[in-house]
């Protein structure tokens, strides 16, 4: 049976208006995108929910489908880090870490070494990385620094298109 023009794109806009909502709202059901993978909702009570919301709803007014938010195994990356969320995207996937508001990443340097066919990064600066800190990758990673996050994306336009996104807030 074929779906006329005008009742598909009413679904698929309802389906949309009922994503955004549970993303927007931060509400702690399990969103469509987290569940595909399997992968667990980012719960209320994680210290860096109030911060993963509010990139999700600036995605959001940027035009992003943010369809799953996850938690992180970067959480601790860094001294006095309040948490980390993996995201799934229309524009793709990432992670965002994130320091309390008063800190920033400004300080941060990111150190991109080649070993081989694997990329290898260090940090130096503040906030101060804890010791045993090395991502070994094997691909490239593209960082962005904006006030207490910092976006690790895998996609250069990803994390381009994140970047626009958080400069226009």
């Known amino acids: 049976m074929k779906m ?3 009742f598909l794109f009413a679904a698929m806009s309802l389906i949309l ?6 993303v927007a709202a931060g509400g702690s059901k399990q969103l469509a ?14 210290s860096a929910y109030p911060d993963a919301m ?8 940027h035009r992003f489908i943010v369809t799953c ?7 601790g990356t860094f001294e006095g880090q309040t948490g980390a969320a993996v995201y799934r995207t229309n524009q793709g996937g990432f992670e965002a870490l994130f320091l309390p508001k008063t800190q920033t990443f400004d300080k941060l340097r990111v150190i991109e070494r080649r070993d081989g066919r694997r990329y290898r990064y260090s ?8 010791p045993a800190n090395l991502i070994d990758s094997a691909y490239r990673l593209y960082f962005v620094k904006r006030d207490n996050e910092l976006i690790v994306a895998q ?7 994140i970047k626009a996104a958080i400069e226009r807030r």
């Open 4 to 6: 006329e023009r005008p």
């Open 17 to 22: 208006v009922a994503l955004l909502g549970v």
């Open 33 to 46: 995108g987290c569940s595909d993978v399997n992968w667990p909702t980012l719960p209320e009570s994680d």
């Open 54 to 61: 509010d990139l999700a709803q600036t995605l959001i007014n």
């Open 69 to 75: 938010i996850s938690p992180s195994k970067m959480t």
């Open 123 to 130: 940090f130096e600066g503040r906030p101060k990385p804890w």
């Open 155 to 161: 996609d250069r336009q990803v994390a381009a298109r």
